[in-house]
Nanobody
Framework: QVQLVESGGGSVQAGGSLRLSCVVS????????LGWFVQAPGKEREVVAT??????????VDSVRDRFTISQDNGNGKDTVHLQMNSLKPEDTGMYYC???????????????WGQGTQVTVSS
């Protein structure tokens, strides 16, 4: 069974930084995609960034490109995916979820392995 555990959320002022981490265990396949998604209040979950496992192949939604960086560490049967968030804006506020899927599909509705989420709140 796949398990994902996020950490690193919090409250910051605009312009600040946060680093989210997610430990993934139990993924049975050699390939796959790790992703970070955000769900703001009253909105649907949306992709933020993705990275193919074991590669540096990344995707960023336009609103975070040049501010956020997704990275990963792999080994000992676990993946850890990080999201470094710089120059945070109030519109970045939301619950951030990490996920793992067979491919880097941008539609979160096809992903079915998620962590519990970590809240990020950015005040102006």
């Amino acid at each position: 069974q796949v398990q994902l555990v996020e950490s690193g959320g919090g409250s910051v002022q605009a312009g600040g930084s946060l680093r989210l981490s997610c430990v993934v265990s139990g993924w049975k396949y050699s390939s796959g995609c790790l992703g970070w998604f955000v769900q703001a209040p009253g909105k649907e979950r949306e992709v933020v960034a993705t990275i193919y496992r074991g590669t540096t192949s990344t995707y960023y939604v336009d609103s975070v490109r040049d501010r956020f960086t997704i990275s990963q560490d792999n080994g000992n049967g676990k993946d850890t995916v990080h999201l470094q968030m710089n120059s945070l804006k109030p519109e970045d506020t939301g619950m951030y979820y990490c996920g793992i899927h067979s491919a880097c599909v941008l539609d979160p509705r096809v992903w079915n392995s998620w962590g519990q989420g970590t809240q990020v709140t950015v005040s102006s």
